[in-house]
């Protein structure tokens, strides 16, 4: 961010604020990432059930930071805002069926914070992730457990500003 930070300008949609940054990509393509205001979420009653249970470090991302922070054109690539944030419970995982007894988190308690837009998501079980731990959760493959959740998810960044 801060080698290819262009600019930052206050943006208002629908009576919300968020941030937006111009950032150069490696091959001088200025990309939009869109940060939101972590005053203004709207809040989902399955996330915040579970909300005091996650890491420090990503409540405090979302409290004091931004809520959520992605590329604006797709909305992906990043974190979600706190209102997008996926809960896997709520979704029909066709990989669950193929995993037999191997499942190694709770779905009613999983989110997703993060989406590469290709079917692949950073997740956080809220009762069974600890310490930063984190899932990559893929849509038609089996997941990678015990990542750490900011390791990835720069990785992941730093992969979208290359575009």
């Excluded at 943006?11 to 490696?26: P, V, W």
């Excluded at 193929?98 to 956080?124: H, W």
Aim: charged share 20%; glycine share 8%; hydrophobic share 35%.
């Amino acid at each position: 961010m801060k080698k290819n930070l262009r600019n930052i300008e206050l943006i208002t949609y629908r009576g919300r604020y968020s941030l937006l940054y111009s950032i150069a990509s490696s091959s001088g393509k200025i990309l939009y990432y869109e940060g939101g205001n972590p005053l203004q979420y709207q809040p989902s009653n399955d996330l915040e059930k579970y909300w005091t249970s996650f890491p420090d470090t990503v409540q405090k991302f979302y409290q004091d930071l931004h809520d959520g922070f992605y590329y604006y054109a797709s909305g992906s690539m990043g974190l979600y805002s706190k209102s997008d944030i996926l809960y896997l419970g709520d979704e029909d995982w066709e990989i669950v069926e193929k995993m037999e007894d191997s499942l190694k988190i709770q779905l009613e308690s999983a989110f997703g914070f993060f989406c590469s837009g290709t079917g692949a998501y950073v997740v956080i079980d809220a009762i069974n992730d600890k310490d930063d731990n984190a899932v990559l959760w893929y849509t038609s493959k089996l997941p990678h457990y015990n990542i750490n959740f900011w390791d990835i998810v720069d990785e992941w960044i730093v992969i979208g500003f290359q575009g």
